[in-house]
């Protein structure tokens, strides 16, 4: 078991920027891949971003690139999401995931085997 726990939700006014936080406990070693998706007011959970193990390789959706940055610290077992310019748009429940096997796709929520318990972020307009 990979247990997440999310930081750094809250609200800001568009415009402002957000940076979340997931930090991974438990059998770390076996994340190969870790992401970012929210679930908007009466939508389905959609994908967000994901970066691989090595953080060499990097996924974004196309409604956050060049706003949102996803990094990792695989030292502190934790993902960072940088989330600029932020629209009201973005408003969400924000979720992290982590991989416990390598999967070529890390875009669909089937790509992911341990999610964390979700952070609100709000952005007003």
């Known amino acids: 078991q990979v247990p997440l726990l999310e930081f750094g939700g809250g609200l800001v006014q568009a415009g402002g920027s957000l940076r979340l936080s997931c930090a991974a406990s438990g059998s770390t070693f076996s994340i190969y891949a870790m992401g970012w998706f929210r679930q908007r007011p009466g939508k389905e959970r959609e994908f967000v971003t994901a970066i691989r193990r090595s953080g060499s390789s990097t996924y974004y959706a196309d409604s956050v690139k060049g706003r949102f940055t996803i990094s990792r610290d695989n030292a502190k077992n934790t993902v960072y999401l940088q989330m600029n310019s932020l629209k009201p748009e973005d408003t969400a429940v924000y979720y992290c995931?982590?991989?416990?096997?390598?999967?070529?796709?890390?875009?669909?929520?089937?790509?992911?085997?341990?999610w964390g318990q979700g952070t609100q972020v709000t952005v007003s307009s």
């Open positions: 995931a982590a991989a416990g096997i390598f999967r070529v796709d890390v875009t669909t929520r089937l790509g992911y085997d341990y």
